[in-house]
Each structure stands twice: as C-alpha cells, then as structure tokens.
C-alpha cells in the first residue's frame, strides 16, 4: 500500500469525525449524480406510477411538537382548573402527549379542545392542495380511542371494556369518514394507520401515552391484546369495503421489537392477516400493510409469503385452507427512515448521508420481490432540533441537551448548536442546500427503488424540517415533485472531475467498499427472482394505478456496474 494511500484513508476516516463538513465537494456530487443517473437511464420514474404520498400528522392523533400551541392551551387550561377549588380533577403532572392532556383537561374540556383541532388542523383545501401538489395518497393516523363508544362505562366496540382518560365516541371516526370523502372528491387515495395500542405500542409521545423508560402494555396481557382485535375488526368492517378511495389499512404504526417480543407482534400481525382475509372483499384490492417493526430490511420476506409455509405455520391459526393461499404480493411492508435519532447519524456529513439514502433504497429494492415495500415515512430532517421533537421539555441530540433532560447518556461529544428549530428564513445557504439536496435524494432514490414513499409530514405549526408546505414555499421541497436542481436526469456533472474518479472521490473509504459489493451482487441475483413477478396493485381511483412495479427497474444499468467496479478496485 503506498502512503499516499494511507494519507487519503486518514483523511477519509479523520473527517467523517472532526467537526461535520455540511457541503458536498464538487467530486463528492459527481459521484452521488452517477448514482441517481442509473434511476433515470431505466427511465423507471417516468412512465410508472408509485406511491407519492404525504401524512397528515398531528391531526386526528396530536403530536406536541406538530401543534405545540395546542399543548401550550391545555398547559394553561391546566393550570387554571388546578387554581379553580371547584374543580377536583385535579392532575400533578404535566401535559406531555394526548394521554396526559386528556386525564389533565378531563373529558369535557378535552373534547372541546380536540374538536376545534380536529374541525381546523386539517380542512377540504388541504386535501385540495394534496391534489394539485401532485401526490397520489394520503396517510391518515388514528388511535384506538376512536372506537371508545362510551367514556362513562369505559366501553370499547364488541363491548370490551377497557379504562383510559382519551376522547372518543365516535369524534374522530366523523373526521376520518369527511376526508375520506375530500380523497374521493380529489381523486387521492387513502390509507388508514393505526397509530396508537392500547397500552401503547411504542412508548412515543406519537402513540398516545409517552413512555421512555417502564415496559410498554401493548400485548403484554389480554385486555391490550383483546381490545386491538375488536378494533382491528370493527376497521375492517367499517373501511375494508367501503370507500374505492381507501387502497390500504396498516394495521400498526411502529411497534418496538427491542421493548415488544417480536414473536408476539408477528403474531399479532397475523391475527390482523386474518381477520382482514375474512372481512375482506376481493374486488377492493385493500392492501394489508404492516410496518418493519424496527426489524432489518429484508427481515419479513418469507412471512406473510405461502411460498414459504413453514415460516408462517407457527403463527397461522386458520384451519381453512383457503386462507393460505394468498399472493404475498397483498401484503406490504412499510418502512421508516430518518437520519436524526442517533449520535452518528447526526454526525455524519452531506456524503455520508446521501449514501446512507442510496444504501437504504438498494436494500429496498431487494425486497420487492417478496413484498411491495415503502418508505412511509422520511422527513427533510438533518437535525433532531425541532422543538419537543423528542418529547415535551426533552432536548436534542445534536446539541447534546437531550442527555441532559433525559436518563440517557452518551459518550458522544455534541455535534453542534441547533439552529434549524428557527424559521427557514434565517437558515444559512449552505443549510438550506443540505436540506434540498438530502430531500431530493430521497425522491430519486425512493422513486426508483422502491415501491413508493410518503412523506411525514404534511404541515407543522414551527418544525420546518418536518413540514412539507413550509418547505415547498422556501423552495426547498422539488415542486412539481420531480422538479430537481441537484440530482436530475439533467445533473450538470463536471465532466473533468467525474472522469477522474480518484480515490479523493470517495471519501468513505471502508463503507464504499462493502456497499459497492453489494450493489454488485444485488444486481446480479436480481434479475433471475424478478423477471416475471408482475404487478401486482391495481387500485384505481380514476384510472390511476399505483404500487405497480416495474419490471425495467430490475435491469441494473451496466455503466453504474463497471463504476462500482472501478471505485472497489481503487479501494481494495
Ligand atoms: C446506462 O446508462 C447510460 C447513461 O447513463 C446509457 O447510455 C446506457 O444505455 C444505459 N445502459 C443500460 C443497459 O440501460
Ligand atoms: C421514457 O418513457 C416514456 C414513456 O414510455 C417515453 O415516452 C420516453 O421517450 C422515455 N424516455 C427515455 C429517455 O427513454
Ligand atoms: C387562564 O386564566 C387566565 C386568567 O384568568 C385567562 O386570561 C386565560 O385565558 C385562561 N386560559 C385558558 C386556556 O383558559
Ligand atoms: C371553576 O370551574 C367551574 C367548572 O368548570 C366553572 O363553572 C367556574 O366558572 C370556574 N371558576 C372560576 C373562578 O374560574
Ligand atoms: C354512556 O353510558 C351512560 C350510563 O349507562 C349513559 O347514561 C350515557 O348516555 C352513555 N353515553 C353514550 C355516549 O352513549
Ligand atoms: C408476549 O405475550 C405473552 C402472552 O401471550 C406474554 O406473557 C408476554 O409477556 C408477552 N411478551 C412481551 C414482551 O410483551
Ligand atoms: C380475551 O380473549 C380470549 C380469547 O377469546 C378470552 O379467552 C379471554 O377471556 C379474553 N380476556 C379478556 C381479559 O377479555
Ligand atoms: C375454498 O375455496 C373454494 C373455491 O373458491 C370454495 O368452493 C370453498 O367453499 C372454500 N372453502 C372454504 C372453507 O371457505
Ligand atoms: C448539559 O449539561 C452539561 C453539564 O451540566 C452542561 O455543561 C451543558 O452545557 C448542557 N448542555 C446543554 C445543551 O444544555
Ligand atoms: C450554517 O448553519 C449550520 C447549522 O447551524 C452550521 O453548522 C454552519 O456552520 C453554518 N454555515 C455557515 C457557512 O455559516
Ligand atoms: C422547477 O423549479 C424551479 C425552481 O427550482 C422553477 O423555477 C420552475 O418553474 C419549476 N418547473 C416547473 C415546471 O414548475
Ligand atoms: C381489483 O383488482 C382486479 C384484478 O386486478 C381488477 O379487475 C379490479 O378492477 C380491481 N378493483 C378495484 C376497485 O380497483
């Protein structure tokens, strides 16, 4: 090995850990624009429809930091009844996620305030603007508290009684049901995810009931378990077959394998499978959709998948035969992915980051033949500084005040101070790049590799990263949605520098190594399993097909191949 090699792999390796370098160099974008021409040598985005979707967050299931003002009026509305001597329900805590807010308010005073949320968070016009944005779908979260039928004998549907302080009563199902009308009027599909378990799924202020530290109760006993069937049932009966806007159900949002057995949510999961199987009606095309459940790519191709049987024996009750035989293609698999939540993801520098995307969509890809798989959600964020992003009164990563606000601790020094919490306006240019480019590659990449993605969020009252419409004004969301200016199929690459793809080009000496192999053997296994598995989604509402895959996408362009070649010979 000759030292100027040596010096290079320093350099390399030195700088993914000194102070982050935001800003591509001119070879890092040849490289990254040699990636994303592959997608459009296919020319797999243009002609085929994917999933192009948008979530509408914070609605019908409140996140503090999506609507903080609505938390801040119930803090005050708190503090007020504490005052108030007439009032005995009295709560010593504070407000930090619906459960809270409600078991704070009392059912009265947080039916009132939710109804005004639920009446103006979300209205006709943003469905509207959804339209005419050019999204194709619309990812609408719910909690189980809308099928509480009485909050005075704490009765859920099927007549399970089950206690906790949420609103219900039929008040969110009467919004859900209005858009889904608006989604029919607009001509956008719709999919409903349950968002929130009783007991709470995932301990995430976005489940309900934040809960960081104790065991969760979701499917730790009957009572969680029996009520999420009634539920899941009275879903099914109710959206199943009756809206051609309604493409899919996905029957739970995040739940987390490193607090949940995951053999008791792959077993809940096929529960769901088979109530849906015995509600469903064909001709509707609803697609059962489960999420990753914070599992590995590739982790749920052989469930839920008949060719493989002796996986999913263990878990199928069903006696009846016809049940098992279903295309696995009916199943999809919903992916999350942000690059805020750890210490060395926030860490990492523009490149890294890209690559990262461009790593995750190869990875993807290699599922569709097993399951249509999506990234249902993926946000501009480069940064966990959003404002209660984390939690009410929880701090960031990135600036190292969240080890200071919760139990957690890290070795990691701080990467910086946080600043994009502030209004896009007083963004510098080089932030503002990062952000555009970063949500571009996600584009590109989830157009191409994918069945299709979703992006969280629709709006925000003040997290910009989070927040579609914000962006889009700032000019930092591609509109229309494939409107590029870093990695377009017209990418303006240098051409002296991307001829010389050096070893300077890759700066990410060890992972471009093992990530060009892979994409070498991806390719090649690719083409065999693939050929002929067809597509598979029809759902149409206006004659528009979505989660159709292609079968061009599988055919690797043969340059990308000879440059991974030449980049892992550099290397080695
Ligand atoms: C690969 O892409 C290049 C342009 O980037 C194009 O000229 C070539 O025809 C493509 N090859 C295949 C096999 O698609
Ligand atoms: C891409 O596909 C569309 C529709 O099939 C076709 O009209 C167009 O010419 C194709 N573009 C390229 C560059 O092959
Ligand atoms: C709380 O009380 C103050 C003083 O009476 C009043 O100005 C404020 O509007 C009240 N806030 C709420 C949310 O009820
Ligand atoms: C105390 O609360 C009761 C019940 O909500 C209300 O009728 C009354 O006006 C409140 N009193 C004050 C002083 O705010
Ligand atoms: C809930 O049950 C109580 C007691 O049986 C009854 O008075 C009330 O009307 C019921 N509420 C609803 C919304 O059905
Ligand atoms: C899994 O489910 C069983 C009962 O079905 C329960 O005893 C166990 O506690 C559950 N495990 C977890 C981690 O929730
Ligand atoms: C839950 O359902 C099971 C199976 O139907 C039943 O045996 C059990 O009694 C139920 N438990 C509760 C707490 O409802
Ligand atoms: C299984 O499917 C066949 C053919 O569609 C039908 O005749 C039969 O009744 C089904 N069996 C059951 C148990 O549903
Ligand atoms: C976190 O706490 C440490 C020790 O008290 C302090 O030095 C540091 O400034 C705090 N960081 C933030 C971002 O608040
Ligand atoms: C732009 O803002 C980012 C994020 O705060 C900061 O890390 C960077 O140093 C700033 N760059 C310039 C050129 O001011
Ligand atoms: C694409 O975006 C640019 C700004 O980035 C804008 O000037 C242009 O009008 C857009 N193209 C279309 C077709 O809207
Ligand atoms: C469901 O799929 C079948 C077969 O692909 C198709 O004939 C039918 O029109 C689809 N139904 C709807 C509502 O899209």
């Known amino acids: 090995m000759y030292i100027s090699n040596l010096v290079t792999y ?112 979300i209205t006709e016009s943003d469905f509207e603007q959804i339209a005419s944005d050019g999204f194709n779908l619309v990812r609408i979260p719910i909690g189980y508290w809308a099928w509480k039928q009485n909050h005075t004998t704490n009765e859920y549907v099927d007549g399970i009684s089950f206690e906790d302080p949420y609103v219900g009563e039929g008040l969110q199902l009467y919004y859900l049901n209005q858009a889904i009308g608006w989604a029919e009027k607009y001509g956008l599909n719709v999919w409903i995810d349950l968002h929130g378990a009783p007991g709470s799924q995932n301990g995430f202020d976005n489940s309900g009931q934040r809960n960081f530290y104790d065991d969760l109760g979701w499917l730790s006993d009957y009572s969680t378990t029996n009520l999420t069937m009634a539920v899941w049932s009275t879903m099914f009966d109710s959206f199943l077959n009756s809206s051609d806007a309604i493409v899919g159900i996905e029957v739970m949002n995040e739940p987390l394998s490193s607090k949940i057995d995951i053999k008791n949510i792959t077993q809940a999961y096929y529960n769901a499978f088979e109530l849906f199987q015995d509600k469903e009606d064909p001709e509707k095309n609803v697609t059962f959709i489960i999420h990753d459940a914070f599992e590995g790519n590739g982790y749920w191709n052989l469930e839920f998948n008949p060719r493989y049987r002796n996986v999913s024996d263990q878990y199928q009750n069903t006696q009846d035969l016809n049940k098992t035989y279903y295309d696995s293609q009916q199943i999809m698999i919903d992916h999350h992915h942000y690059e805020v939540f750890t210490d060395w993801q926030l860490a990492n520098n523009q490149f890294n980051r890209l690559m990262d995307i461009i790593n995750f969509g190869e990875s993807i890809k290699k599922e569709l033949p097993y399951h249509p798989a999506v990234v249902g959600e993926w946000s501009g964020a480069i940064t966990d500084c959003a404002t209660w992003l984390n939690g009410v009164g929880v701090g960031s990563r990135y600036d190292g005040s969240y080890y200071n606000t919760t139990r957690y601790s890290t070795d990691d020094l701080p990467v910086g101070k946080c600043y994009s919490q502030n209004p896009i306006g007083q963004w510098n240019e080089t932030y503002k790049r990062d952000v555009r480019q970063f949500i571009e590659a996600q584009l590109a990449t989830y157009d191409a590799q994918t069945t299709g993605w979703i992006f969280w969020n629709w709006k925000t009252e003040d997290a910009y990263e989070w927040d579609y419409t914000q962006l889009k004004a700032a000019g930092l969301f591609p509109s229309p949605l494939t409107n590029f200016t870093y990695f377009g199929n017209d990418g303006k690459l240098n051409s002296d520098v991307s001829m010389s793809l050096s070893r300077e080009a890759y700066p990410v000496t060890s992972s471009s190594s093992s990530s060009s192999n892979s994409s070498l053997s991806a390719s090649s296994s690719k083409k065999s399993k693939n050929m002929g598995s067809g597509p598979l989604f029809n759902h149409s509402t206006n004659d528009k097909s979505i989660w159709s895959l292609k079968s061009t996408t599988w055919l690797s362009n043969v340059t990308v191949l000879l440059l991974s070649v030449v980049i892992a010979a550099h290397i080695l």
């Open 10 to 121: 320093a350099y390399a390796i030195l700088s993914v850990f000194i102070t982050p370098v935001f800003a591509l160099t001119d070879i890092e974008h040849s490289v990254l624009q040699k990636r994303f021409d592959s997608y459009y040598a296919n020319n797999n985005t243009k002609d085929n429809v994917v999933v192009r979707g948008i979530t509408v967050g914070g609605w019908l299931v409140t996140e503090p930091y999506i609507t903080p003002s609505l938390y801040h009026y119930a803090t005050q509305m708190m503090s007020n009844q504490t005052h108030n001597t007439t009032l005995y329900n009295v709560f010593n805590s504070s407000i930090i996620d619906e459960y809270t807010l409600c078991k704070a308010l009392g059912y009265d005073n947080a039916k009132g305030l939710l109804e005004e949320h639920f009446q103006t968070w």
